[in-house]
């Protein structure tokens, strides 16, 4: 199975900061790479999707990058509502895995 | 607008068995593959299981393999989770999911149904 490894597990900002999050996948995944973020009580929602598509309704904020085996999510300018957990999943291949998420707190 | 609904959960003692159900709307169900996911408490996310649109191919993670089965009645619009020897490991939440309009992600995600295997 392909395994992702996210870092940081957790961190703290403040608002207005930029965020960088960053996901590994053991082997090659081409573009095959989704984050979501996910508030306590609610499923998942999808942020960005292969690797770099902003999903719908998603803010410009928000942005991914690369493609292979490393990945970024971005947050611009870190707002309020964005505090909360990030996980990335790669489809190249199953089984389905994601990684072990990233915990945004407030400093 | 697409919806996809979760019951079944419940507390259930090791060994036992459940039944989830997903109940979709919105959408042409007939046409999409669905899978589960699970999200044990606190902790993170982990795929159970896949069904082709047609019911012809069905996939598992191995942690379930062989105690889960995933079924769906297109006639009804209803995915079903048939989950024995149940483990406590296995006390989760349940999130039936699926890619509609996007690529490589789940842009579709239940409510959630819950899950406790404990005596």
């Known amino acids: 199975a392909i395994q992702l490894t996210q870092s940081p597990s957790s961190l703290s900002a403040s608002i207005g900061d930029r965020v960088t999050i960053t996901c590994r996948a053991s082997q090659g995944i081409a573009s095959a790479l989704a984050w979501y973020q996910q508030i306590p009580g609610r499923p998942p929602k999808v942020l960005i999707y292969a690797a770099s598509s902003l999903g719908s309704g998603v803010p410009t904020r928000f942005s991914g990058s690369g493609s292979g085996t490393d990945f970024t999510l971005s947050i611009s300018s870190l707002q309020p509502e964005d505090f909360a957990t990030y996980f990335c999943?790669?489809?190249?291949?199953?089984?389905?895995?994601f990684g072990g998420g990233t915990k945004i707190e407030i400093k | 607008q697409v919806q996809l609904i979760e019951s079944g959960g419940g507390v259930v003692q090791p060994g036992g068995s459940l039944r989830l159900s997903c109940a979709a709307s919105?959408?042409?169900?007939?046409?999409?593959?669905i899978h589960w996911v699970r999200q044990a408490p606190g902790r993170g996310l982990e795929w159970v299981a896949f069904i082709r649109y047609d019911g012809q191919k069905k996939d598992y993670a191995d942690s379930v393999r062989g105690r889960f089965t995933i079924s769906r009645d297109n006639s009804q619009n209803t995915l079903y989770l048939q989950m024995n020897s149940l483990r406590v490991e296995d006390t989760a939440v349940y999130y039936c999911?699926?890619?509609?309009?996007?690529?490589?992600?789940?842009?579709?995600w239940g409510q959630g149904t819950m899950v406790t295997v404990s005596s």
């Open positions: 919105g959408f042409t169900f007939s046409s999409y593959g």
């Open positions: 999911v699926m890619r509609e309009v996007v690529d490589y992600a789940f842009d579709i």
């Open positions: 999943q790669q489809f190249n291949s199953y089984p389905i895995t």
